[in-house]
């Protein structure tokens, strides 16, 4: 019983809270490491003690440590405990023995029949009970709202516990027109402790992405339609939008609301191989306003810094004639700066540039975890609680036989200014004042 009491005990859990409250404060604090090859940079630049020790105590991942996963295990265990002791309340006080001393309440003039007819026009229902005294009761499924709190919160912890330890999120992005083949260069991965192995197709070819703006140039709709194809050859055409999720081979597929336009660069320094460059610059937010990304170029520390126009002549938020300035910088010196549209060539530094062709492209999210309903459902059960425990508060009256005949207590477990009306119409009946 001792430990019982430990593990429940004010102090524990609010101890637990700072703790999860601190994992939370770390993980946004410091860059929480992917699967992707790109997730290896370390968050402070060089080899630095500070970083081992970030490693060593997987604070770079910090919901898919064994700790991590210990802790909320032992916080689920608090709210179990005291779910369950919840529970046994929620019982008691619904149809369990009256055992505490009731005030000496109102005496009853009226028969006791039209007193109990009029509770029931009241909305009190009677409760039974084997022994005095006769108990009825409004909105008793309002002892219950406290036991709905505690379950929503454990199945919450539960799921999201379920969650993180099976975790297995993944991002492609797309090229209308090209053909992605989900590679570990290609795809960022995030995985929990548990995770398992996400089947995806052999190749996605991104066949039409779908952007409505409003008048204001703001983004009213985003969808598309890709070609999966799966190891066997079989094809199957998914169409997924950002309010519209699609499924594949057990994973969920949503759209991101992240897209813009693909720019296919060739880069010629005059001495190596012409290599390919692609920028993913996100759409601009109006028509007058310009989409920014960054490249690092590779073997050089050379870093291009680019921004597009949807549109040369700034008439349309689509990419008609997308118009592409880039500078290049030498660290922090600006070494070269050009403009050009699709089909062009121009010098930049000591590169000459050529764009290819433009395309839209966009992200798709591969979600394979589980426990997402488990904690949506919590989430409920938090609400009803809440609901139950402010909106749908019980209201007891007491009969009890006395040597004067009958005496009538009212109570109410909180609010009692509120529903002093009600207390008082009672009573008054009680007395004969009301017919």
């Not at 660069?265 to 460059?277: I, K, R, S, V, Y």
């Not at 073997?299 to 004639?321: C, E, H, M, Q, W």
Request: with cysteine; net charge positive.
């Amino acid at each position: 019983m001792r430990i019982r009491q430990r593990v429940t005990s004010r102090k524990t859990v609010l101890c637990i809270f700072l703790l999860l409250a601190f994992c939370c404060l770390i993980a946004n604090i410091i860059p929480q490491r992917t699967e992707s090859p790109a997730s290896g940079a370390s968050w402070l630049a060089g080899n630095t003690w500070i970083n081992h020790v970030i490693r060593a105590a997987g604070l770079d991942h910090v919901f898919s440590t064994t700790w991590f996963v210990i802790l909320a295990l032992f916080f689920l265990l608090s709210l179990a405990i005291s779910t369950h002791d919840q529970y046994r309340r929620a019982i008691q006080k619904t149809w369990g023995e009256i055992q505490e001393t009731a005030p000496k309440g109102e005496v009853l003039v009226v028969p006791l029949s039209d007193f109990q007819k009029k509770t029931r026009q009241l909305g009190y229902i009677a409760m039974g009970s084997r022994t005095e005294p006769m108990r009825y009761v409004k909105h008793p499924w309002g002892h219950w709202g406290n036991f709905a709190l505690h379950l929503g919160l454990a199945l919450s912890v539960l799921f999201a516990l379920v969650y993180v330890a099976t975790e297995h999120r993944a991002i492609v992005r797309l090229i209308e027109g090209e053909q992605v083949y989900p590679t570990p260069d290609t795809v960022v991965e995030k995985k929990g402790l548990l995770a398992k192995r996400i089947d995806f197709p052999t190749a996605l070819r991104l066949e039409k992405l779908d952007a409505d703006f409003w008048d204001n140039d703001q983004l009213r709709a985003l969808g598309s339609q890709t070609l999966f194809t799966a190891a066997s050859g079989e094809t199957k055409r998914i169409g997924v939008a950002i309010n519209d999720k699609a499924h594949y081979n057990g994973m969920t597929v949503y759209q991101k609301n992240s897209f813009g336009t693909a720019f296919f660069l060739t880069m010629d320094d005059g001495h190596q191989q012409p290599f390919p460059e692609t920028l993913f610059l996100p759409c601009p937010p109006r028509r007058d306003k310009a989409g920014y990304g960054t490249i690092t170029l590779p073997d050089s520390g050379l870093t291009i810094k680019a921004k597009y126009f949807a549109d040369a002549a700034k008439r349309n938020i689509y990419p008609v004639a997308p118009l592409l300035v880039l500078r290049l910088y030498d660290g922090e010196r600006m070494v070269g700066e050009t403009a050009l549209q699709p089909g062009q060539s121009t010098v930049l530094g000591e590169y000459v540039v050529s764009l290819a062709k433009t395309a839209w492209w966009t992200d798709y999210l591969f979600e394979g975890s589980w426990g997402t309903f488990g904690i949506f459902t919590g989430f409920a059960l938090i609400l009803i609680g809440v609901v139950l425990n402010y909106f749908v508060v019980p209201r007891t009256v007491l009969v009890r036989q006395a040597d004067d005949g009958y005496r009538v207590c009212w109570r109410t477990v909180r609010f009692p200014d509120l529903y002093a009306a009600e207390k008082e119409e009672i009573f008054a009946f009680c007395r004969g004042d009301l017919t």
